[in-house]
């Protein structure tokens, strides 16, 4: 990305089913469902929305090769985007195991994301 031009955070969790995807999935969603751009056409090449440039970095804290990137790349609708998997994130006893729920044991997983755009 030549220009980048802001950056957007978000925390995901998934309490129930030891889900990486499922966390990244909602850390996107956190990161960019509570702002606007309506000036970013202005900077992009053409005025277009299909040439932002978005990548995500995702801090995950356990079993990174699980994590579904085309999901992830998913929560984002316009644009080129690439996906950033290093550690970090947290997981953390959530006090109860449910196996209706499909845990494996009592953790829940904690994803940050760092959802960063431009051209």
Request: proline share 4%; net charge negative; aromatic share 6%.
């Amino acid at each position: 990305m030549e220009h980048l031009l802001f950056i957007e955070t978000g925390v995901g969790v998934d309490v129930h089913g030891q889900d990486v995807t499922t966390a990244a999935v909602r850390a996107v969603f956190n990161a960019i469902h509570k702002n606007s751009m309506p000036g970013i056409t202005e900077f992009l090449p053409g005025h277009d929305l299909n040439n932002m440039k978005v990548n995500i970095r995702l801090a995950v804290p356990l079993e990174k090769e699980t994590l579904d990137k085309e999901q992830v790349k998913a929560e984002i609708p316009y644009g080129t985007v690439t996906v950033e998997v290093m550690d970090g994130g947290m997981a953390t006893p959530s006090g109860i195991v449910l196996k209706e729920q499909n845990d494996k044991n009592n953790l829940m997983y904690i994803v940050n994301a760092s959802v960063e755009v431009g051209y």
